[in-house]
């Protein structure tokens, strides 16, 4: 079984900057492709970014150039980031990190979900 577990949420205000981590673990994890999404009451879970694990990335268009999607791979651990800049309101979601075993950048794809951070930015 894969576990994700998410870290790095918070308050910022408009125009900061915040760093998610999710740790990857469980059996053949170098082989998930993984991915960012976030869900905002009343609204569809949306993507945000992903990565292959061959690393290829894929963004949002809101988020294209403000965000940045990476990775840190071991045997049996992957470390995936988002770096996020120039927050502002509209970022505000709960994000949940991702994966994948045949891709991570559309929900169908997804076979694994975290709990979720908290990302909060006021204006």
């Known amino acids: 079984q894969v576990q994700l577990v998410e870290s790095g949420g918070g308050s910022v205000q408009a125009g900061g900057s915040l760093r998610l981590s999710c740790a990857a673990s469980?059996?053949?994890?170098?082989?998930?492709?993984f991915g960012w999404f976030r869900q905002t009451p009343g609204k569809q879970r949306e993507r945000v970014a992903c990565?292959?694990?061959?690393?290829?990335?894929?963004?949002d268009a809101s988020v294209k150039g403000r965000f940045t999607i990476y990775q840190d791979r071991a045997e049996n651990t992957v470390q995936l980031h988002l770096q996020m800049e120039s927050l502002n309101p509209d970022d505000t979601a709960v994000y949940y990190c991702?994966?994948?075993?045949?891709?991570?950048?559309?929900?169908?794809?997804?076979?694994?979900w975290g709990r979720g951070t908290q990302v909060t930015v006021s204006s």
């Open positions: 990565i292959a694990s061959h690393g290829d990335t894929a963004y």
């Open positions: 469980g059996p053949s994890i170098s082989l998930y492709s």
């Open positions: 991702a994966a994948g075993r045949y891709g991570a950048c559309v929900i169908t794809a997804v076979n694994f």
